[in-house]
């Protein structure tokens, strides 16, 4: 006899997922009566509030409110509230606390929020108090949004209440016109049924202007799962459109659905995608690793960032008997000193144009035999260099000079950077600012990317480590590492260890080539790794190799950074920094003559 079937399991799906349905929401409907219509220079004159939840009417709140002048007369022929009735009430000040409390934990609704909520706003802040960060709903605005004009001819309060038939008429009463509001919203939310939306995210959603064609395409998000990972939008043709990250896979997917995503080229990108692709990953140190590798892999027309990694420079000290410094895309193993990678031409100028400043080593780019003397160039009749050219400089002599290049980048600067801060010092004491501003600049390029050429270095050199973090429910995120590489990602669960689940993990790691044979992985990679180790609350599990900072490095020179970075920050913010090519610079105007 079989047995009887199991019974039907049933999963509660989180709050995430469902929403908060909106008759589980606590609204406070709010009206004002003012003197005028800005609050810069007009004070309110009474407060009107009703809170109210799932159709039904938890309190409501009423106060006049002393404007601390007069009330012009048009104001109290429309709202009936003369300077006698207002002369024995409170001040905002005292009234606000009380309203704040009537509203707390509770959305505020207004018909023409930015009206009400504005005056609120300033009030709040003329008497230091806190304005509390809730959401809100403006009726005007939900019901441009559900109604047609065959319906009502516009959306005024006066006009929308008796179409809901209102039980109280508005009167330019602050409590009699939120009592009508709070009839005209549920009207509205009875529209809302049809249209599928129940929850206060939805509503929200509704209020602002989104695409219709964006809404349409929501049930993309259908099978996403949450968690973090990396998603990918896939075009006609399943190309990819755009890669991204997050720590909850779904909630990312449905907000380029909403409109919190205004990018019009995300919402270009929306229109054409056809399908969701989503990647789940262990923590987020994964799911950033993979984000790199697919945009680097695959160019995403709409991604801006980290799609050509291969197009970062690098200033080489080249491997022939006089060497000298080069800007390249490639780094190759034994084939010279590498410093950087730096971000654009200028960059890599610099630090070159720093390193000249003290260091002479030739700038020709022709290739030097140290038995076929040439001609000098005009640098070395300068003194810019040692004139290794024309046999005045041996190979021994010239490789003590490139070695301070080499010393500076493996692991002490300070031959190469002292006389640069000396010199930026002795420039500024002969008040030469601008010939101290340039070479400072110039030295703060060079001491970050040997700052940062030398902690990826660290990283790149250790064969194996094992990092862990708080997953923050009692277990554990765990990355194996190898050569600065993510080679495996997972995860201890609470209740069990990471010693028992970490040989399964190195078991299955990839296994990464070091450096001798090739680059292992990217810079950017590298980067993302470094700065999950340097996270408080990593803990190193275990190392393969020596995982040391190169001493004594650039941390001396981090004062110097700081002052660079507040000087930078201090300059002209209405300045334009951009420089104009000689062809582009305009022709001086000739005076008459």
């Given at each position: 006899m079989a047995p009887p079937p199991a019974p039907p399991r049933y999963q509660q799906v989180s709050i995430d997922e469902v929403g908060t349905p909106l008759a589980q929401v606590t609204f406070v409907v709010v009206d004002l009566e003012t003197t005028g219509g800005s609050p810069r220079d007009s004070a309110i004159t009474?407060?009107?509030?009703?809170?109210?939840?799932?159709?039904?009417?938890?309190?409501?709140?009423?106060?006049?409110?002393?404007?601390?002048?007069?009330?012009?007369?048009?104001?109290?022929?429309?709202?009936?509230?003369?300077?006698?009735?207002?002369?024995?009430?409170?001040?905002?000040?005292?009234?606000?606390?009380?309203?704040?409390?009537?509203?707390?934990?509770?959305?505020?609704?207004?018909?023409?929020?930015?009206?009400?909520?504005?005056?609120?706003?300033?009030?709040?802040?003329?008497?230091?108090?806190?304005?509390?960060?809730?959401?809100?709903?403006?009726?005007a605005v939900l019901a441009r949004r559900l109604l047609s004009r065959d319906e009502v001819p516009n959306c005024k309060l006066a006009t929308l209440a008796p179409y809901f038939s209102a039980t109280t008429s508005p009167t330019h009463r602050a409590l009699d016109d939120a009592r009508a509001t709070v009839d005209v919203l549920h009207g509205l939310f009875e529209r809302l049924g049809p249209l599928g939306i129940t929850t206060l995210e939805e509503l929200s959603g509704l209020t602002r202007q989104v695409d219709p064609e964006r809404r349409r395409k929501r049930h993309l998000a259908d099978e996403v799962p949450h968690g973090p990972g990396v998603y990918l939008f896939r075009g006609p043709r399943d190309e990819p459109l755009y890669v991204g990250t997050s720590g909850d896979l779904r909630s990312r997917v449905r907000s380029y659905f909403t409109s919190g995503e205004q990018r019009s080229r995300i919402t270009e990108m929306v229109g054409l995608a056809q399908r969701v692709e989503a990647i789940p990953c262990a923590h987020a140190l994964e799911a950033a690793v993979r984000e790199l590798r697919l945009i680097a892999r695959h160019k995403p027309r709409y991604n801006r960032r980290s799609r050509f990694p291969e197009r970062a420079l690098w200033v080489r000290l080249t491997e022939e008997p006089f060497p000298r410094l080069s800007v390249v895309r490639r780094v190759r193993p034994d084939a010279g000193v590498f410093l950087g990678p730096f971000p654009d031409r200028r960059a890599a100028d610099a630090a070159v144009a720093a390193v000249h400043e003290v260091l002479p080593l030739r700038q020709c780019t022709a290739r030097l035999s140290p038995r076929t003397p040439v001609s000098a160039c005009a640098l070395a009749e300068m003194g810019r260099c040692g004139a290794p050219c024309t046999g005045a400089q041996s190979v021994p002599e010239y490789a003590g000079v490139a070695a301070v290049f080499a010393a500076a980048v493996g692991h002490d600067p300070r031959p190469l950077l002292g006389p640069l801060l000396e010199r930026v010092d002795r420039l500024a004491a002969e008040e030469r600012y601008e010939d101290a501003a340039v070479l400072r600049d110039r030295v703060a390029v060079l001491v970050r990317a040997v700052r940062r050429?030398?902690?990826?270095?660290?990283?790149?050199?250790?064969?194996?480590?094992?990092?862990?973090?708080?997953?923050?429910?009692?277990?554990?995120?765990?990355?194996?590492?190898?050569?600065?590489?993510?080679?495996?990602?997972?995860?201890?669960?609470?209740?069990?260890?990471?010693?028992?689940?970490?040989?399964?993990?190195?078991?299955?790691?990839?296994?990464?080539?070091?450096?001798?044979?090739?680059?292992p992985t990217s810079v950017d990679e590298t980067e993302l790794v470094l700065r999950w180790l340097e996270k408080p609350g990593t803990r190193l599990v275990q190392v393969t190799g020596t995982l040391a900072c190169a001493a004594p490095g650039t941390g001396a020179y981090s004062g110097f950074l700081a002052r660079v970075e507040a000087g930078r920050d201090a300059t002209d913010p209405f300045a334009d920094g951009r420089s104009l090519g000689t062809r582009a610079r305009p022709e001086r105007i000739a005076s008459p003559a």
């Open positions: 009474e407060i009107g509030a009703v809170r109210v939840r799932g159709g039904q009417v938890l309190g409501e709140f009423q106060t006049l409110v002393d404007p601390g002048h007069e009330i012009p007369p048009y104001i109290s022929v429309l709202t009936g509230i003369t300077s006698t009735m207002v002369a024995t009430a409170p001040r905002i000040g005292a009234v606000l606390p009380g309203f704040l409390e009537f509203a707390r934990g509770a959305v505020l609704v207004a018909h023409n929020a930015p009206f009400d909520l504005g005056f609120l706003k300033a009030a709040c802040a003329e008497n230091g108090m806190v304005w509390p960060a809730a959401a809100s709903v403006d009726t050429r030398q902690r990826l270095a660290s990283l790149a050199a250790v064969p194996e480590l094992v990092l862990a973090r708080p997953d923050g429910q009692g277990g554990w995120e765990l990355s194996v590492v190898r050569y600065g590489r993510l080679a495996a990602a997972g995860g201890a669960p609470r209740g069990t260890t990471v010693r028992s689940v970490l040989p399964g993990l190195l078991a299955t790691a990839e296994t990464v080539p070091d450096a001798d044979v090739g680059q």
